[in-house]
Protein backbone atom coordinates (compact mmCIF):
# COMPACT_ATOMS: atom_id res chain seq x y z
CA UNK A 1 0.00 0.00 0.00
CA UNK A 2 1.71 3.27 -1.21
CA UNK A 3 1.89 5.73 1.88
CA UNK A 4 -0.68 8.67 1.58
CA UNK A 5 0.46 11.57 -0.47
CA UNK A 6 0.76 14.49 2.28
CA UNK A 7 1.74 17.56 0.24
CA UNK A 8 0.60 16.93 -3.91
CA UNK A 9 2.72 19.77 -4.76
CA UNK A 10 5.99 17.57 -3.99
CA UNK A 11 4.64 14.13 -3.83
CA UNK A 12 1.51 13.91 -5.95
CA UNK A 13 0.86 9.76 -6.55
CA UNK A 14 -1.36 9.72 -9.89
CA UNK A 15 -2.32 6.01 -9.07
CA UNK A 16 -3.90 7.42 -5.57
CA UNK A 17 -7.62 6.42 -5.40
CA UNK A 18 -8.64 10.00 -4.49
CA UNK A 19 -6.62 11.17 -7.50
CA UNK A 20 -8.33 8.96 -9.84
CA UNK A 21 -11.96 9.81 -8.43
CA UNK A 22 -11.62 13.29 -8.16
CA UNK A 23 -8.20 15.04 -9.96
CA UNK A 24 -9.90 17.97 -10.32
CA UNK A 25 -9.00 19.85 -6.97
CA UNK A 26 -5.44 18.23 -6.84
CA UNK A 27 -4.94 20.39 -10.48
CA UNK A 28 -6.38 23.54 -9.17
CA UNK A 29 -3.89 23.64 -6.71
CA UNK A 30 -0.60 22.56 -8.85
CA UNK A 31 -1.80 25.15 -11.64
CA UNK A 32 -1.81 27.97 -8.82
CA UNK A 33 0.86 26.62 -6.33
CA UNK A 34 3.29 24.39 -8.21
CA UNK A 35 3.20 24.69 -12.17
CA UNK A 36 5.58 22.04 -13.05
CA UNK A 37 5.72 19.79 -9.81
CA UNK A 38 8.04 16.91 -8.94
CA UNK A 39 7.16 13.61 -7.29
CA UNK A 40 9.34 10.63 -6.82
CA UNK A 41 6.63 8.15 -6.94
CA UNK A 42 6.59 5.53 -9.97
CA UNK A 43 9.92 5.60 -10.71
CA UNK A 44 9.73 9.84 -10.59
CA UNK A 45 8.21 12.45 -12.64
CA UNK A 46 7.72 16.02 -13.58
CA UNK A 47 4.29 17.33 -14.33
CA UNK A 48 2.92 20.66 -15.84
CA UNK A 49 -0.66 21.67 -15.28
CA UNK A 50 -1.11 24.56 -17.14
CA UNK A 51 -2.13 25.01 -20.97
CA UNK A 52 0.73 26.85 -21.59
CA UNK A 53 3.29 24.68 -20.49
CA UNK A 54 1.73 21.26 -21.97
CA UNK A 55 1.52 23.27 -25.41
CA UNK A 56 5.81 24.44 -25.06
CA UNK A 57 6.87 21.33 -23.79
CA UNK A 58 4.47 18.65 -26.09
CA UNK A 59 5.61 21.28 -29.23
CA UNK A 60 9.42 21.16 -27.78
CA UNK A 61 9.87 17.59 -29.80
CA UNK A 62 13.76 18.31 -29.94
CA UNK A 63 13.94 18.30 -26.07
CA UNK A 64 11.47 15.81 -25.18
CA UNK A 65 11.31 12.46 -26.62
CA UNK A 66 8.19 10.00 -27.20
CA UNK A 67 10.36 7.10 -26.72
CA UNK A 68 9.04 6.25 -23.35
CA UNK A 69 5.20 7.57 -23.19
CA UNK A 70 3.44 5.37 -20.50
CA UNK A 71 2.94 7.34 -17.05
CA UNK A 72 5.05 4.36 -14.75
CA UNK A 73 8.18 3.05 -15.59
CA UNK A 74 8.20 -0.85 -16.01
CA UNK A 75 11.21 -1.23 -18.06
CA UNK A 76 13.44 0.47 -20.39
CA UNK A 77 12.30 1.98 -23.83
CA UNK A 78 13.52 -0.60 -26.42
CA UNK A 79 12.67 -0.39 -30.32
CA UNK A 80 9.56 -1.99 -30.33
CA UNK A 81 8.81 -5.30 -31.40
CA UNK A 82 11.62 -7.54 -32.82
CA UNK A 83 10.23 -10.46 -34.99
CA UNK A 84 12.85 -13.28 -35.03
CA UNK A 85 12.40 -17.30 -36.32
CA UNK A 86 10.52 -17.89 -33.46
CA UNK A 87 8.05 -15.22 -33.51
CA UNK A 88 7.79 -12.47 -32.17
CA UNK A 89 10.32 -12.18 -29.54
CA UNK A 90 10.30 -9.07 -27.70
CA UNK A 91 7.08 -7.58 -26.16
CA UNK A 92 7.51 -3.90 -25.67
CA UNK A 93 6.00 -0.52 -26.12
CA UNK A 94 7.40 0.25 -29.76
CA UNK A 95 4.08 1.37 -31.18
CA UNK A 96 5.46 3.61 -34.30
CA UNK A 97 4.38 6.72 -34.72
CA UNK A 98 3.31 7.60 -31.20
CA UNK A 99 6.68 5.94 -29.48
CA UNK A 100 8.84 7.56 -32.51
CA UNK A 101 10.77 10.72 -32.56
CA UNK A 102 11.56 12.59 -36.48
CA UNK A 103 12.82 11.36 -38.63
CA UNK A 104 11.14 8.11 -38.24
CA UNK A 105 7.53 9.55 -37.21
CA UNK A 106 7.44 11.66 -40.21
CA UNK A 107 6.75 9.23 -42.47
CA UNK A 108 4.99 6.52 -39.89
CA UNK A 109 2.28 9.62 -39.45
CA UNK A 110 2.32 9.95 -42.73
CA UNK A 111 1.31 6.45 -43.03
CA UNK A 112 -1.04 5.56 -40.39
CA UNK A 113 -3.26 8.89 -40.79
CA UNK A 114 -4.91 8.45 -44.44
CA UNK A 115 -7.15 5.42 -42.78
CA UNK A 116 -7.80 8.16 -39.91
CA UNK A 117 -9.27 11.09 -41.56
CA UNK A 118 -12.80 12.64 -41.67
CA UNK A 119 -14.06 11.14 -44.95
CA UNK A 120 -12.28 7.39 -43.92
CA UNK A 121 -14.15 7.57 -40.43
CA UNK A 122 -17.52 8.20 -42.20
CA UNK A 123 -17.61 4.71 -43.42
CA UNK A 124 -17.23 3.50 -40.52
CA UNK A 125 -20.57 5.36 -38.89
CA UNK A 126 -23.45 3.06 -40.33
CA UNK A 127 -21.79 0.20 -38.54
CA UNK A 128 -20.93 2.35 -35.03
CA UNK A 129 -24.55 3.63 -35.92
CA UNK A 130 -25.89 -0.13 -35.77
CA UNK A 131 -23.73 -1.28 -33.03
CA UNK A 132 -24.50 0.99 -30.65
CA UNK A 133 -28.12 0.76 -31.43
CA UNK A 134 -28.66 -2.81 -31.02
CA UNK A 135 -26.59 -2.22 -27.23
CA UNK A 136 -29.00 -0.01 -25.94
CA UNK A 137 -31.79 -2.43 -27.51
CA UNK A 138 -31.14 -4.94 -25.73
CA UNK A 139 -31.08 -3.47 -22.55
CA UNK A 140 -33.36 -1.29 -22.70
CA UNK A 141 -36.91 -2.69 -21.81
CA UNK A 142 -34.40 -3.61 -18.45
CA UNK A 143 -34.75 0.32 -17.00
CA UNK A 144 -30.59 -0.16 -15.83
CA UNK A 145 -27.35 -1.06 -17.62
CA UNK A 146 -23.80 -0.31 -17.00
CA UNK A 147 -23.16 2.28 -19.10
CA UNK A 148 -19.49 1.48 -18.85
CA UNK A 149 -19.14 -1.67 -19.02
CA UNK A 150 -22.05 -2.63 -20.76
CA UNK A 151 -22.35 -0.19 -23.55
CA UNK A 152 -19.09 2.72 -23.84
CA UNK A 153 -16.54 -0.22 -23.89
CA UNK A 154 -17.86 -2.12 -26.17
CA UNK A 155 -17.89 0.21 -28.73
CA UNK A 156 -14.27 1.26 -29.85
CA UNK A 157 -13.32 -2.29 -29.74
CA UNK A 158 -15.85 -3.64 -31.63
CA UNK A 159 -15.26 -0.62 -34.32
CA UNK A 160 -11.69 -1.38 -34.17
CA UNK A 161 -11.90 -5.07 -34.47
CA UNK A 162 -13.77 -4.24 -37.51
CA UNK A 163 -11.12 -1.88 -39.01
CA UNK A 164 -8.43 -4.31 -38.70
CA UNK A 165 -10.28 -7.19 -40.03
CA UNK A 166 -10.75 -9.26 -36.79
CA UNK A 167 -13.89 -11.16 -35.68
CA UNK A 168 -15.77 -8.95 -33.87
CA UNK A 169 -16.33 -11.55 -31.14
CA UNK A 170 -12.45 -10.62 -29.98
CA UNK A 171 -13.64 -7.44 -29.28
CA UNK A 172 -13.99 -8.98 -25.67
CA UNK A 173 -10.42 -10.10 -25.27
CA UNK A 174 -8.96 -6.96 -27.05
CA UNK A 175 -10.50 -4.92 -23.90
CA UNK A 176 -9.21 -7.70 -21.58
CA UNK A 177 -5.70 -7.45 -22.78
CA UNK A 178 -5.82 -3.60 -23.50
CA UNK A 179 -6.61 -2.88 -19.41
CA UNK A 180 -4.10 -5.45 -19.00
CA UNK A 181 -1.78 -3.54 -20.74
CA UNK A 182 -2.82 0.16 -19.93
CA UNK A 183 -5.07 -0.29 -16.82
CA UNK A 184 -4.05 -2.84 -14.53
CA UNK A 185 -0.61 -3.25 -15.95
CA UNK A 186 0.42 0.56 -15.03
CA UNK A 187 1.38 -0.64 -11.71
CA UNK A 188 2.27 -4.09 -12.97
CA UNK A 189 5.22 -4.78 -14.74
CA UNK A 190 4.32 -8.40 -15.25
CA UNK A 191 0.97 -8.16 -16.64
CA UNK A 192 1.68 -5.26 -18.50
CA UNK A 193 4.55 -7.15 -20.59
CA UNK A 194 2.29 -10.53 -20.56
CA UNK A 195 -0.28 -8.77 -21.78
CA UNK A 196 1.80 -6.65 -24.69
CA UNK A 197 2.60 -10.62 -25.94
CA UNK A 198 -0.73 -11.49 -25.90
CA UNK A 199 -1.57 -8.77 -28.18
CA UNK A 200 1.47 -9.11 -30.38
CA UNK A 201 1.49 -12.35 -30.47
CA UNK A 202 -2.68 -12.39 -31.80
CA UNK A 203 -1.62 -9.67 -34.31
CA UNK A 204 1.32 -11.27 -35.66
CA UNK A 205 -0.72 -14.64 -36.22
CA UNK A 206 -3.03 -12.15 -38.74
CA UNK A 207 -0.29 -10.10 -40.05
CA UNK A 208 1.24 -13.56 -41.25
CA UNK A 209 -2.07 -14.73 -42.75
CA UNK A 210 -2.16 -11.49 -44.80
CA UNK A 211 0.96 -12.16 -46.15
CA UNK A 212 -0.01 -15.63 -47.11
CA UNK A 213 -3.20 -14.88 -48.64
CA UNK A 214 -3.30 -10.99 -49.03
CA UNK A 215 -6.54 -11.36 -52.11
CA UNK A 216 -8.24 -12.47 -48.86
CA UNK A 217 -7.73 -9.55 -47.29
CA UNK A 218 -9.24 -5.50 -47.48
CA UNK A 219 -8.72 -3.83 -44.22
CA UNK A 220 -6.13 -1.34 -42.15
CA UNK A 221 -3.87 -5.04 -41.87
CA UNK A 222 -3.06 -5.06 -45.98
CA UNK A 223 -3.28 -1.24 -45.71
CA UNK A 224 -0.06 -1.22 -43.89
CA UNK A 225 1.00 -4.49 -45.93
CA UNK A 226 0.85 -2.76 -48.93
CA UNK A 227 2.29 0.47 -47.76
CA UNK A 228 5.95 1.15 -48.64
CA UNK A 229 8.90 3.62 -47.15
CA UNK A 230 11.08 4.99 -49.70
CA UNK A 231 10.25 2.31 -52.75
CA UNK A 232 10.61 -1.01 -50.11
CA UNK A 233 7.48 -2.28 -48.13
CA UNK A 234 7.13 -1.22 -44.77
CA UNK A 235 8.80 -3.44 -42.72
CA UNK A 236 6.86 -6.00 -41.00
CA UNK A 237 7.95 -4.98 -37.63
CA UNK A 238 7.03 -1.51 -37.74
CA UNK A 239 3.29 -2.64 -39.50
CA UNK A 240 3.44 -4.97 -36.15
CA UNK A 241 4.21 -2.50 -33.97
CA UNK A 242 1.40 0.02 -35.48
CA UNK A 243 -1.48 -2.24 -35.20
CA UNK A 244 -0.41 -2.21 -31.54
CA UNK A 245 -0.93 1.26 -31.17
CA UNK A 246 -4.05 1.13 -33.66
CA UNK A 247 -5.89 -1.78 -30.41
CA UNK A 248 -4.08 -0.74 -27.71
CA UNK A 249 -4.64 3.49 -28.09
CA UNK A 250 -7.99 3.47 -29.59
CA UNK A 251 -9.73 1.07 -26.67
CA UNK A 252 -9.62 2.42 -23.63
CA UNK A 253 -9.47 6.22 -24.95
CA UNK A 254 -12.91 6.18 -26.49
CA UNK A 255 -14.40 3.78 -23.90
CA UNK A 256 -13.39 5.75 -21.01
CA UNK A 257 -14.67 9.66 -23.31
CA UNK A 258 -17.43 7.84 -24.23
CA UNK A 259 -18.56 6.83 -20.21
CA UNK A 260 -17.53 10.25 -18.47
CA UNK A 261 -19.63 12.10 -21.52
CA UNK A 262 -22.47 9.54 -20.04
CA UNK A 263 -21.36 10.11 -16.56
CA UNK A 264 -22.35 14.03 -16.85
CA UNK A 265 -25.24 13.36 -18.72
CA UNK A 266 -26.62 11.25 -16.35
CA UNK A 267 -26.30 13.97 -13.70
CA UNK A 268 -27.15 16.62 -15.90
CA UNK A 269 -30.66 16.47 -17.34
CA UNK A 270 -30.55 20.28 -18.70
CA UNK A 271 -27.56 19.27 -20.70
CA UNK A 272 -29.08 15.96 -21.84
CA UNK A 273 -32.60 18.15 -22.69
CA UNK A 274 -30.78 20.52 -25.00
CA UNK A 275 -29.12 17.93 -26.68
CA UNK A 276 -32.05 16.03 -27.76
CA UNK A 277 -34.11 19.59 -28.37
CA UNK A 278 -31.01 20.80 -30.42
CA UNK A 279 -28.98 18.07 -32.17
CA UNK A 280 -27.07 20.30 -34.22
CA UNK A 281 -25.46 21.44 -31.32
CA UNK A 282 -23.67 17.64 -30.58
CA UNK A 283 -20.33 18.14 -32.35
CA UNK A 284 -19.85 21.17 -30.64
CA UNK A 285 -21.12 19.24 -27.09
CA UNK A 286 -18.38 16.61 -27.95
CA UNK A 287 -15.61 19.03 -27.68
CA UNK A 288 -16.84 19.94 -24.53
CA UNK A 289 -17.31 17.19 -23.12
CA UNK A 290 -13.49 15.88 -24.51
CA UNK A 291 -12.04 19.34 -22.96
CA UNK A 292 -14.38 18.78 -19.93
CA UNK A 293 -12.86 15.31 -19.15
CA UNK A 294 -10.28 14.63 -21.31
CA UNK A 295 -9.50 10.54 -20.79
CA UNK A 296 -5.39 10.88 -21.57
CA UNK A 297 -2.18 11.81 -19.96
CA UNK A 298 0.71 10.72 -21.96
CA UNK A 299 4.51 10.99 -21.36
CA UNK A 300 7.54 12.47 -22.32
CA UNK A 301 11.32 11.38 -21.76
CA UNK A 302 13.84 14.07 -21.35
CA UNK A 303 16.28 13.55 -24.40
CA UNK A 304 18.84 16.04 -22.85
CA UNK A 305 19.27 17.66 -19.72
CA UNK A 306 17.30 21.31 -20.05
CA UNK A 307 15.61 23.81 -17.72
CA UNK A 308 12.10 24.48 -17.95
CA UNK A 309 9.99 26.55 -16.09
CA UNK A 310 13.09 26.86 -13.99
CA UNK A 311 13.01 23.25 -12.94
CA UNK A 312 16.39 21.26 -13.37
CA UNK A 313 15.29 18.18 -15.83
CA UNK A 314 17.73 15.71 -16.37
CA UNK A 315 17.98 13.33 -19.65
CA UNK A 316 16.00 10.06 -18.84
CA UNK A 317 13.20 12.11 -16.85
CA UNK A 318 9.82 11.59 -17.27
CA UNK A 319 7.48 14.06 -17.98
CA UNK A 320 3.88 13.32 -17.50
CA UNK A 321 1.48 15.21 -20.22
CA UNK A 322 -1.47 16.03 -17.89
CA UNK A 323 -3.22 17.58 -21.02
CA UNK A 324 -6.82 16.64 -18.96
CA UNK A 325 -5.49 19.45 -16.42
CA UNK A 326 -4.77 21.63 -18.68
CA UNK A 327 -7.78 21.83 -20.55
CA UNK A 328 -9.58 23.15 -17.41
CA UNK A 329 -6.74 26.27 -17.16
CA UNK A 330 -8.58 29.29 -16.13
CA UNK A 331 -6.14 31.41 -18.35
CA UNK A 332 -7.77 29.85 -21.21
CA UNK A 333 -11.15 28.81 -20.56
CA UNK A 334 -13.81 30.65 -19.14
CA UNK A 335 -15.51 29.15 -15.98
CA UNK A 336 -12.89 25.64 -16.93
CA UNK A 337 -15.17 23.86 -14.22
CA UNK A 338 -18.41 23.80 -16.24
CA UNK A 339 -19.44 22.38 -18.84
CA UNK A 340 -20.95 24.86 -21.44
CA UNK A 341 -22.46 22.50 -24.25
CA UNK A 342 -22.07 25.79 -26.79
CA UNK A 343 -18.46 26.84 -25.43
CA UNK A 344 -17.14 29.48 -28.31
CA UNK A 345 -13.80 29.24 -27.42
CA UNK A 346 -12.53 25.50 -27.13
CA UNK A 347 -8.75 25.20 -28.11
CA UNK A 348 -8.72 21.99 -25.81
CA UNK A 349 -5.74 19.62 -26.20
CA UNK A 350 -7.57 16.40 -25.96
CA UNK A 351 -5.66 14.93 -28.29
CA UNK A 352 -2.49 16.68 -27.67
CA UNK A 353 -1.25 19.03 -29.12
CA UNK A 354 2.03 18.88 -32.04
CA UNK A 355 3.03 16.14 -34.05
CA UNK A 356 1.77 13.85 -32.08
CA UNK A 357 -1.59 14.93 -32.14
CA UNK A 358 -3.90 11.35 -31.54
CA UNK A 359 -3.87 9.89 -34.98
CA UNK A 360 -7.65 8.60 -33.83
CA UNK A 361 -9.05 11.93 -33.28
CA UNK A 362 -11.48 11.36 -36.39
CA UNK A 363 -12.46 8.38 -35.26
CA UNK A 364 -13.23 8.39 -31.39
CA UNK A 365 -15.12 11.89 -32.02
CA UNK A 366 -17.38 9.98 -34.58
CA UNK A 367 -17.84 7.18 -32.07
CA UNK A 368 -18.44 9.35 -29.46
CA UNK A 369 -21.15 11.66 -31.21
CA UNK A 370 -22.76 8.01 -32.20
CA UNK A 371 -22.64 6.38 -29.30
CA UNK A 372 -24.43 9.44 -27.80
CA UNK A 373 -27.15 10.17 -29.94
CA UNK A 374 -28.25 6.65 -30.51
CA UNK A 375 -28.39 6.31 -26.32
CA UNK A 376 -30.03 9.88 -26.26
CA UNK A 377 -32.83 8.71 -29.04
CA UNK A 378 -33.73 5.99 -26.45
CA UNK A 379 -32.98 6.60 -23.19
CA UNK A 380 -33.83 10.78 -22.95
CA UNK A 381 -34.09 10.79 -19.29
CA UNK A 382 -31.60 8.41 -17.22
CA UNK A 383 -29.17 8.68 -13.98
CA UNK A 384 -26.79 7.17 -12.08
CA UNK A 385 -27.90 4.55 -9.98
CA UNK A 386 -25.61 5.09 -6.84
CA UNK A 387 -23.72 7.75 -8.15
CA UNK A 388 -20.69 7.10 -4.86
CA UNK A 389 -20.85 3.03 -6.82
CA UNK A 390 -18.86 4.25 -9.67
CA UNK A 391 -16.00 3.31 -10.16
CA UNK A 392 -12.82 5.09 -11.93
CA UNK A 393 -9.65 3.90 -14.16
CA UNK A 394 -6.89 6.64 -13.90
CA UNK A 395 -3.20 7.37 -14.59
CA UNK A 396 -2.72 7.10 -18.14
CA UNK A 397 -6.67 7.15 -18.96
CA UNK A 398 -9.27 7.90 -16.69
CA UNK A 399 -12.96 6.99 -17.37
CA UNK A 400 -15.38 5.32 -15.31
CA UNK A 401 -15.38 1.46 -15.68
CA UNK A 402 -18.28 0.36 -13.59
CA UNK A 403 -21.57 3.08 -13.90
CA UNK A 404 -24.85 1.82 -12.82
CA UNK A 405 -27.67 4.19 -14.94
CA UNK A 406 -31.13 3.58 -14.53
CA UNK A 407 -34.36 5.50 -16.40
CA UNK A 408 -38.28 4.33 -16.25
CA UNK A 409 -38.88 1.80 -18.48
CA UNK B 1 -9.19 40.67 -45.18
CA UNK B 2 -8.09 36.92 -45.66
CA UNK B 3 -8.20 33.54 -43.54
CA UNK B 4 -4.78 31.79 -43.83
CA UNK B 5 -3.50 28.58 -41.95
CA UNK B 6 0.10 28.67 -40.90
CA UNK B 7 0.90 24.58 -42.51
CA UNK B 8 4.08 24.57 -40.39
CA UNK B 9 1.55 24.89 -37.35
CA UNK B 10 -1.70 22.63 -38.49
CA UNK B 11 -1.02 19.20 -37.23
CA UNK B 12 -4.81 18.21 -38.44
CA UNK B 13 -6.87 18.56 -35.83
CA UNK B 14 -10.05 19.17 -38.09
CA UNK B 15 -11.63 21.20 -35.78
CA UNK B 16 -11.43 24.26 -38.42
CA UNK B 17 -13.02 22.09 -41.21
CA UNK B 18 -15.85 21.00 -38.48
CA UNK B 19 -16.70 24.65 -37.22
CA UNK B 20 -16.35 26.85 -40.33
CA UNK B 21 -18.04 24.43 -43.36
CA UNK B 22 -16.87 25.95 -46.63
CA UNK B 23 -14.14 27.75 -45.18
CA UNK B 24 -11.23 25.43 -45.12
CA UNK B 25 -10.41 21.92 -46.77
CA UNK B 26 -8.13 19.24 -45.52
CA UNK B 27 -6.40 16.86 -47.22
CA UNK B 28 -6.08 13.23 -46.29
CA UNK B 29 -3.31 13.68 -43.40
CA UNK B 30 -6.31 16.26 -41.77
CA UNK B 31 -3.89 19.27 -42.89
CA UNK B 32 -6.13 22.14 -44.02
CA UNK B 33 -5.92 25.54 -46.30
CA UNK B 34 -8.23 28.00 -46.78
CA UNK B 35 -11.08 27.22 -49.60
CA UNK B 36 -10.48 29.69 -52.22
CA UNK B 37 -7.95 32.58 -52.02
CA UNK B 38 -9.61 32.60 -48.19
CA UNK B 39 -11.06 35.89 -49.03
CA UNK B 40 -13.78 36.73 -45.79
CA UNK B 41 -16.72 39.02 -45.61
CA UNK B 42 -18.27 41.08 -42.95
CA UNK B 43 -20.76 37.46 -43.25
CA UNK B 44 -18.03 35.09 -42.60
CA UNK B 45 -15.53 37.13 -40.26
CA UNK B 46 -17.42 35.82 -37.33
CA UNK B 47 -16.63 32.30 -38.73
CA UNK B 48 -13.07 32.67 -39.42
CA UNK B 49 -12.94 34.47 -36.23
CA UNK B 50 -14.16 31.39 -34.12
CA UNK B 51 -11.84 28.97 -35.66
CA UNK B 52 -9.13 30.65 -34.60
CA UNK B 53 -9.99 30.31 -31.01
CA UNK B 54 -10.88 27.33 -30.97
CA UNK B 55 -7.41 25.88 -33.22
CA UNK B 56 -5.38 23.88 -30.79
CA UNK B 57 -2.35 24.66 -32.77
CA UNK B 58 -2.87 28.05 -33.17
CA UNK B 59 -2.39 27.83 -36.90
CA UNK B 60 -4.81 29.60 -38.20
CA UNK B 61 -5.02 33.89 -38.55
CA UNK B 62 -6.89 36.33 -39.92
CA UNK B 63 -4.91 39.07 -42.07
CA UNK B 64 -6.73 42.16 -42.06
CA UNK B 65 -4.55 44.15 -44.40
CA UNK B 66 -4.48 41.21 -47.49
CA UNK B 67 -7.24 42.00 -50.04
Redesign the interface.
Known sequence: MAEPVKDWTKDYDIFAKSYITDPFPVWDELREKCPVSHTDRWGGSWMPTRYEDLFNIARDVEHFSSRNILVADVRPPEEGAHIGEEGVTQYNVGAPPITSDPPVHTWARKLLLPPFSVTSVAKWEPLTRELCASLVDGFLADGRADGASGYAQIIPSRVIASMLGIPPEMAGEFTEWVRGFLEFGATDPELRNESARKIFTYLYERIQEHQESPERYDDLISYLLGSTVEGEPVPVEHVLGTCFLILVAGIDTTWSSIGSALWHLAQHPEDRKRLIAEPELMPNAIEELLRAYSPVTMAREVASDVKYAGCPMREGDKVLMNFPAANRDPRVFDHPEQVILDREKNPHIAFGVGIHRCAGSNLARMEMRVALEEWLKRIPDFRLEHPDEVTWAGGQVRGPRKMMVVWPS | MKVKVDSEKC?????C??LAPGMFQ?D???YATPQGDGKLTPDTLPLAQ?AV??????AIEIDEDDD
Request: hydrophobic share 15%; glycine share 12%; proline share 6%.
Open positions: QGHNRYAVEYGKANCPER
